[in-house]
């Protein structure tokens, strides 16, 4: 099935304490990407990576950090968490090949106390 | 500049009733079409989706939208709602730069059926 996974699904954490959000994705797709969602915001891009070793920012970068050492992982690391960054966290993998259409993962819901 | 604009944050609408979700866009060039539903506590899924040819897409769950060039549209419909159409819908466009593509999301519309 072809699937985008994402853990942990939930996390409470304190500020500074560095966490990472893992992404897998086993579709083969070039591009992936992070989004954080927020009421009345809708879905905003953190990074996006469109190969292997390539990444780059999105709309809203300040105090993350990503990596692509694989086709199919795309982590998402969160150096000194603070409060701000409170959200949900959607990874997402795309299709070049129908239009971009873009498969999520469930999210992760990240709480920073 | 690209954008996307949901006019509705929010819809409530009796069940069996028809439902209409806006989604307007501007592009100065040309673009795929979107939408996504967020049922609770789930990530996003394809609803449907205009590449090209017939303006009128039909999606997953009884949905349709229909592609209106002239006025940037991509409105969603459905005839007849039920409670399990309860749900937030994201309305996206993708387009094409130099290397890459642009997506940019709505700010969703929340669908609420009531019984």
């Known amino acids: 099935e072809a699937q985008v996974t994402q853990n942990p699904r939930y996390l409470i954490t304190v500020t500074g304490k560095k966490l990472t959000v893992t992404c897998s994705q086993n579709?083969?797709?070039?591009?992936m990407s992070w989004y954080r969602q927020d009421p009345g915001l809708g879905l905003r891009q953190i990074y996006y990576?469109?190969?292997?070793?390539?990444?780059d920012k999105g709309d809203v970068p300040e105090g993350y950090k990503v990596s692509r050492k694989e086709k199919r992982n795309f982590p998402l690391i969160l150096e000194s968490p603070s409060p701000n960054q409170t959200s949900l966290y959607f990874c997402?993998?795309?299709?070049?090949?129908?239009?971009?259409?873009?498969?999520f993962g469930e999210g992760s819901w990240l709480t920073v106390v | 500049a690209q954008s996307v604009t949901q006019l509705d944050s929010q819809v409530p609408v009796f069940e069996e009733a028809p439902v209409e979700l806006r989604c307007n866009y501007s592009s100065s060039v040309s673009v795929y079409l979107f939408w996504y539903v967020q049922y609770p506590n789930q990530g996003l899924q394809l609803l449907l989706k205009y590449l090209s040819g017939s303006t009128l897409v039909k999606g997953i769950n009884g949905f349709e939208a229909e592609f209106n060039k002239s006025q940037t549209s991509f409105h969603l419909r459905k005839p007849s709602v039920h409670i399990s159409d309860t749900a937030e819908y994201f309305c996206a466009v993708s387009y094409a730069l130099p290397g890459t593509y642009k997506y940019i999301f709505g700010t969703g519309t929340r669908l609420k059926v009531l019984a």
């Open positions: 997402a993998s795309r299709d070049k090949a129908s239009g971009n259409t873009i498969y």
């Open positions: 579709m083969n797709h070039e591009y």
């Open positions: 990576s469109m190969n292997v070793e390539v990444t």
